[in-house]
């Protein structure tokens, strides 16, 4: 049988995207790694779809920025 444990935080990258793997350029990860102050980052003003957000498995959620790449591709609801 598969083990189905999530994995620790500790092992999800806070600078790759969790639904792509890519980069997901997050400045606030960017400033933490370099300690080169960098602006607000994209995803502080951005809104992201309820369902893009539920593709995140929940042991990723709140630890690693979705990408602009996949945050574009998910259509937004009309309001």
Do not use: Y
Not at 9 to 14: F, K, R, V
Not at 43 to 50: E, G, K, L, R
């Amino acid at each position: 049988m598969p083990d189905t444990t999530p994995p620790p935080s500790s092992a999800i990258d806070p600078r790759v995207c969790p639904l792509c793997g890519q980069s997901n350029q997050c400045a606030n990860e960017v400033e933490r790694e370099t300690g080169i102050a960098q602006g607000p980052c994209w995803c502080t003003t951005a809104t992201f779809d309820p369902a893009l957000l539920a593709r995140i498995a929940p042991e990723a959620r709140r630890l690693a920025c979705v990408c602009a790449r996949c945050a574009a591709k998910t259509p937004h609801p009309t309001l």
